[in-house]
Structures are given as structure tokens and as C-alpha cells.
């Protein structure tokens, strides 16, 4: 059985008419580490955010396990893809798996 896997094709995101993130493909694999680095204001924000649909596309594609994210209910996707936005401040004593399991806003019904 194959592991999960985050792929985008292709993606154009912007703010208005300023594209800020162009012509990017990934393929990310369940239990892999992956980094996103660059300089700040580069983009790595709007893609995190793009990537789990909180920031729509110019155009491209995000596919969670084959199915593309934006046919897919929230709640579905709020389920299997978590994001922590950059803070410097997080609950005391938590995990960063632990703060990852709580997941999406949607989804956490609390």
C-alpha cells in the first residue's frame, strides 16, 4: 500500500495582480521530512496556506492522496492535513505533534 502523498502541480499564486509564487511542483510523501527555506517575503507562507486551501490558486493544482483538494469537502481535508502558521508564541507544554493533531479550524469542533 502506497504512503499518502501531497503533490502540487504547477502553481501560480497571487495577491491581486502580484504573483508571488510561480510555476511550483511538489511531491511530498507521508513520513518524509521536507523543507520549504527561502528569504523572508518569498512566498513560503502563501504556499503552506495555498496547499492546504486556506489561499486560493491563480492557477495549478493540489492533489492530497490523488483527489485535488479544492473538489474535496473541508471537513475531508481538515482530516488528513494540518498546517501551524509561523507564531513565535504556542500553549505551554504542547508538542509539535500534539499542537498537529488538533488540525484544522474546521474540522476541530470545539
Given at each position: 500500500?502506497?504512503k499518502p502523498?501531497?503533490?502540487?502541480?504547477?502553481l501560480h499564486?497571487?495577491?491581486?495582480?502580484q504573483?508571488?509564487?510561480?510555476?511550483?511542483?511538489?511531491?511530498?510523501?507521508?513520513?518524509?521530512?521536507?523543507?520549504i527555506?527561502?528569504?523572508?517575503?518569498c512566498?513560503?507562507?502563501t504556499?503552506?496556506?495555498?496547499?492546504?486551501?486556506?489561499?486560493?490558486t491563480?492557477s495549478?493544482?493540489?492533489f492530497?492522496?490523488?483527489?485535488?483538494?479544492?473538489?474535496?469537502?473541508?471537513k475531508?481535508i481538515?482530516q488528513?492535513?494540518?498546517i501551524?502558521?509561523?507564531?513565535?508564541?504556542a500553549?505551554e507544554?504542547?508538542?509539535v505533534?500534539?499542537?498537529?493533531?488538533?488540525g484544522?479550524?474546521?474540522y476541530?469542533?470545539?
Amino acid at each position: 500500500m502506497s504512503k499518502p502523498r501531497l503533490i502540487t502541480e504547477n502553481l501560480h499564486i497571487s495577491y491581486g495582480d502580484q504573483e508571488i509564487v510561480k510555476d511550483v511542483s511538489l511531491d511530498i510523501t507521508d513520513g518524509m521530512i521536507t523543507a520549504i527555506i527561502g528569504s523572508n517575503g518569498c512566498g513560503k507562507s502563501t504556499l503552506l496556506k495555498t496547499i492546504a486551501r486556506i489561499h486560493p490558486t491563480r492557477s495549478g493544482a493540489v492533489f492530497l492522496d490523488g483527489k485535488e483538494i479544492h473538489k474535496e469537502s473541508t471537513k475531508k481535508i481538515a482530516q488528513k492535513l494540518a498546517i501551524l502558521p509561523q507564531s513565535p508564541d504556542a500553549p505551554e507544554g504542547l508538542t509539535v505533534a500534539e499542537l498537529v493533531s488538533y488540525g484544522r479550524f474546521p474540522y476541530q469542533n470545539r
